[in-house]
């Protein structure tokens, strides 16, 4: 089956301070995974996807097969960071995405 | 670009009657909708996967007859919930992906929000 855990509600960190939101994942295959954004009174958006391989607004996130993690890291966090985050997983094209339960993150000033 | 639409973004309505949420993809073809539904402080859960042109793909434990979903073109899908009941109460989010630059990413609406009486 497939399942996306974060274990953490809520984060709350100081601005400047590192950032890790967790991501843990249950699937039988390989999976394409995804952490989404939502700003507050904003829709989802999506921030990165593990196959990119990129940063996104400071944001990195690398998969771990072998932990079956793809936790969401930033170095310095920021005010605007504040926000609810998503990981979220797809089978290998397939269509539909499993969320995750969501963390709400806020960056204390 | 790639925007989704929904319409409208709140409803609210009398217990047995049935109300249409729309998802218009509004610059891009989508050939595949998305219909999720997300509780107060609660994630995303889908209800449904829709092809344009075809008939939806229910997830398990979604009623097919309550909760009707069409999408006759690739611009526009519609969700009805039918004879809506207080515990249909809830966040109707779509998402659409398809013909863009992104063809994996699902674009999401901005929600409707449905409070039945």
């Known amino acids: 089956a497939q399942r996306v855990t974060q274990p953490e509600k809520l984060l709350s960190v100081f601005k400047g301070a590192p950032v890790e939101l967790k991501c843990n994942y249950s699937?039988?295959?390989?999976?394409?995974l995804f952490w989404y954004v939502q700003y507050s009174r904003q829709r989802l958006q999506l921030l990165l996807r593990?196959?990119s391989r990129e940063s996104i607004k400071g944001f990195t996130a690398d998969l771990n097969k072998g932990e079956t993690s793809f936790h969401l890291k930033k170095p310095f966090a920021q005010e605007e960071d504040s926000a609810m985050y998503y990981c979220?997983?797809?089978?290998?094209?397939?269509?539909?995405?499993?969320f995750g339960q969501g963390t709400r993150l806020t960056i204390n000033p | 670009g790639a925007v989704v639409s929904q319409h409208p973004s709140w409803v609210i309505c009398k217990s047995g009657t049935s109300v249409k949420i729309e998802c218009r993809s509004l610059?891009?073809?989508?050939?595949?909708m998305f219909w999720y539904r997300q509780f107060p402080k609660q994630s995303l859960m889908l209800m449904a996967t829709?092809?344009?042109?075809?008939?939806?793909?229910?997830e398990q434990g979604v009623e097919k007859d309550k909760f009707l979903i069409n999408h006759a073109s690739l611009t526009l899908s519609t969700l009805t919930v039918t004879s809506a009941h207080p515990e249909d109460s809830s966040f109707y989010i779509c998402?659409?992906?398809?013909?863009?630059?992104?063809?994996?990413?699902?674009?999401f609406g901005p929600g409707t929000r449905l409070t039945v009486l």
């Open positions: 998402s659409a992906r398809g013909l863009t630059e992104h063809d994996n990413e699902q674009f």
């Open positions: 699937y039988s295959g390989s999976p394409e």
């Open positions: 593990h196959i």
């Open positions: 979220a997983l797809s089978g290998k094209g397939a269509q539909k995405l499993v």
């Open positions: 610059d891009f073809q989508a050939t595949t």
């Open positions: 829709s092809n344009e042109g075809s008939k939806a793909t229910y």
